[in-house]
C-alpha cells in the first residue's frame, strides 16, 4: 500500500501545482497586461469622445477612426459603452487566459498587448503544455480503471467475448460523453449566454474540447454578467474534466482499435497497458489460448509488479 | 520487401488523401460560407455609407454602428476599405481554415457565419482531427530512423554511453528544431509581414505549433499580399511538417525520460517502442548487462519482425 499512497500524494501534488501555476500565471499576466490595457481603453475612449466632438464627419476621418476601433478590439479592447466596465485582465480573466494557454484550447478572444507578455506566454505554455499533458494522463490513468477496466470486465463476466464487451463499452462511453460534456452544457451555455443557440452551445463544447479554440464564442464575456467569475472558474474546471474525458475516450478507442487489429492494420504504434498503478488491471479478463505469446503469459504471471508487465488488450490474441 | 512496400503506398495513401480531406472541406466551407460573407460585407458597406450620410453624429448612433462593426469583425469581415477587396472564403483560405480546424491550431480569425457552416465545421473535425493525427503518426514513424535512431547509433559507436548518447541527441535536436521551425520562420515572417517583429514571428510560430493557435497573428491577412494563396499554402506545409516535427520531439524526449526512468518516477506509461515499419531499429545499441530482464533479450533475439518485441530504450537497464 505504500506505493499506492504515494501514487496518490503526487498526484495530488500534481494538481495542486497546477492550480498554483495557473494562478502564478494569472498573477504576472495581469500585472503585465492590465496597465497596457488601461491605457489603450483610456485612449480609445479618448479617440471616440474626439471623433463625436468633430462638426463633420467625412470618409477619411471615419476610416482613420475604424481602423483604431479594430486594433483595439483585437486586443480585446471594446470601443463599446457598457463593454468598458470589465477588464479582460482582472484575476479571474487572467487565470482564464492562461488555462487556455497551457491547454492549447487557446480561444484568443484576449491576447498579450506588450511584447513583455508575448514572451512572457512562449515562457509560460513551454512549462505549463507539457505539465498540463502530465497532469491529464496521471488523471486519465486513475480513471482507466473504474471507467474502462471494471465496466469492461462486467460486461465480461455478463457472458460476452472480449471483443463485443469492448466495443460496447466504447458505445457506451461515447453517449456517456456526448451526454455529459456536450449536450448537457450545451444546454446550460444556452440558458446562461444571451445570444447563444443550443447550437452554438454544441458548437462550442466541441470546438473547445478538441483544443481547436476558434474563440467565436467564449462564456462570460457579456457585459454585465453575474457572477462573472465564479463562471469563468466553472468554465475552466468543465474545460479540463473535458478533456480528461477526450483523453479517456481517446486511449480507450485505441486500445479497443488495437485488440481488433486496427492498429496493426494501419502500421501504428500499439497502445501498451503500462499504468503503474494500484488501479492496473487487464482491461479485459484474458482467455489466453495457445497462441498468445508464451513471455507475455509468463510475464504476467510471474511479475505482477514490473512495469509493462501486465496482462492486458495485447494477451488476447488478434484474429 | 512486400510490407515494405505496403507500409510506403499506406503512408503515400493518407497523405494523399489527407491533401483530398482539405480541398474537400475548402469547397465545402467556401460555398457555404461565401454567399453570408458576401451579404454581411454588402450590408457593412450599406451601414457606413448610411453613417457617412448622417448630418450630425450623436453617441448614440455611433454605438449602433460600432456595435454592428465590431460583430461583423468577429466573422472576419472588415469595414475598412482596403480589406474589403479579399474574401476569408475564397478556396486558399478556405484550406487555410480547414486545415487550422483539423489541426486544433484554430486562430479563430476566420469563423462560420452560418449555422450549417457551424454544423459542417464540428462533423469535418470530428473526421479529421483523428485523422490528422493519423497522418501525422505515420509520418513520424517514417523519421525516427533517420532523425533519432540513426543519429543516437553514430554517437553511441563514436564511443558515448547509450544515456549520454540520447541526451545529447535530445539537446542537438532539440537547437535544430529551434532554428528551422522558430528562429528561421520568424525572420521570414518579419520580412513578409509589414507589422511584425522579430518576436511577433517567434511568438506566432510558437503559439501555432503548440496548437494554442490565439489568432493575434495571422500570415497573409495585409490587404494587398502579393501572392497570398500561395503564401497561405506554404503556411498550411509549414504548420504541418513543424507539427510532425514537434510530435517527434516529443516522442523523442518521452523515449529519453523513458530511458533515465523518470517515467517510473513519474508514474507514467512508458514509451513502448513498437513502431512496424522497416526502419524499426533500437534508438540505442543495446549493451546488455546482467540486470537486463531476460524476457526482453529473448524477445529481442528471438521474434525480431513481432510487433512490440523489437529491443529499444527497454532493453537497456535503468539505475
Redesign the interface.
Known sequence: MHSVGK?WL?LTGFILFYIIYLLFGALVFSSIERPVEDKLRHDMDAL?QE??N?SC???AS??LF??K??TA???GV????NSSATSNWDLASSMFFAN??VT?????HT??LS?TG??F??LY??IG?PFTM?VL??CV?RLMFPLVHAPVGLLQRSGMEPRPATAVHFLLLLVFMVLCFFVAPAAVFSTLEVSW?F??G??FS??SL???????FVPGMQPGQKYRQLYQVSVMVYLFVGLMMMYLLLRTFHKMADLHGLT?F?????C?E????EDREPIVESKRDDQT?P?LT??AASKPL???SQPSY?TINKG
Open positions: 501514487s503526487l471616440k471623433f463625436l468633430q464627419v467625412n470618409a471615419l476610416e475604424l481602423v476601433v479594430l478590439n483585437k486586443y471594446s470601443v463599446l459603452r487556455t494557454l492549447t484550447v487557446g480561444y484568443g491576447t498579450p511584447d508575448k514572451a506566454s512562449i505554455a513551454l503544455v502530465l494522463t496521471a490513468q443557440s447550437l452554438d454544441v458548437y466541441f470546438i478538441c483544443t481547436i479554440g476558434l474563440g467565436d496493426t494501419l502500421q501504428l504504434p500499439r501498451e503500462s499504468d503503474q498503478d505469446p513471455y509468463d510475464k514490473e512495469p509493462g495485447n
